[in-house]
């Protein structure tokens, strides 16, 4: 079967801690994304990375880090100097950049600072 | 730049009953538009999706959108509910220009489902 992973489902972080977390696919897809999702806001683009070797701040990059070494992984790094990293962490990924093919996404990563 | 606007958070309807929910867009291109679903701490999965083909567009689940320029909306609709469409339910606008791959997310509108 095709499609997203995302792990861990459930991450739990103390204070000053970075965590990394995973978002693999299998659709052969050009483009990756992460989102962030908080109640009520939607979702808000963090990075993205239109193809291999090359990735974009997003809307709210600020705290966060991502590389982008294989096709197929996209892993994002939520560090100290995030302030309220409490949320939910979607990972999608698109076919290509310039058409207009849909995301699709995986089943998100809850991470609580404790 | 690329908006949306989701009227109302939350639905409620009953069990048989019209779903409408709605979206309205701001866009400086053509738009594409999307409608998502999602289930409680599940990622998004694709509904239906509008890109500059037929204006009434169908989707999955008996779900289907009308894009309407003049009203630059593109609401959702379902003619009778189901326990099992109980979820929220996100508009999207894919940007123009260099941003091609961007979505704009709405804020998203919850729908309850009523026996």
């Known amino acids: 079967d095709g499609g997203i992973t995302q792990s861990p489902k459930y991450l739990f972080r103390k204070e000053g801690q970075n965590v990394t977390l995973s978002c693999e696919q299998n659709l052969n897809h050009d483009a990756m994304y992460w989102y962030r999702q908080d109640p009520g806001q939607g979702l808000r683009l963090i990075y993205y990375?239109?193809?291999?070797?090359?990735?974009q701040k997003g809307d709210i990059a600020e705290g966060y880090s991502v590389s982008r070494e294989k096709k197929e992984s996209f892993p994002l790094t939520v560090t100290s100097a995030q302030k309220n990293p409490t949320a939910f962490y979607l990972c999608?990924?698109?076919?290509?950049?310039?058409?207009?093919?849909?995301?699709?996404f995986g089943p998100g990563t809850r991470l609580t600072v404790l | 730049a690329q908006s949306v606007t989701q009227l109302g958070s939350h639905v409620s309807v009953s069990e048989g009953a019209l779903v409408l929910l709605r979206c309205n867009y701001s866009s400086s291109v053509p738009p594409y538009l999307f409608w998502y679903v999602q289930y409680p701490n599940q990622g998004l999965q694709l509904l239906l999706k509008y890109t500059s083909a037929a204006t009434l567009v169908k989707g999955i689940n008996g779900f289907e959108a009308e894009f309407k320029k003049s009203e630059t909306s593109f609401h959702l609709t379902k003619p009778s509910a189901h326990m099992s469409d109980a979820a929220e339910y996100f508009c999207a606008v894919r940007a123009g220009g260099t941003s091609y791959g961007k979505l704009t997310f709405g804020q998203g509108t919850i729908l309850t489902v009523h026996p």
């Open positions: 999608a990924s698109s076919k290509d950049w310039v058409s207009y093919n849909e995301q699709f």
């Open positions: 990375s239109q193809i291999v070797n090359d990735f």
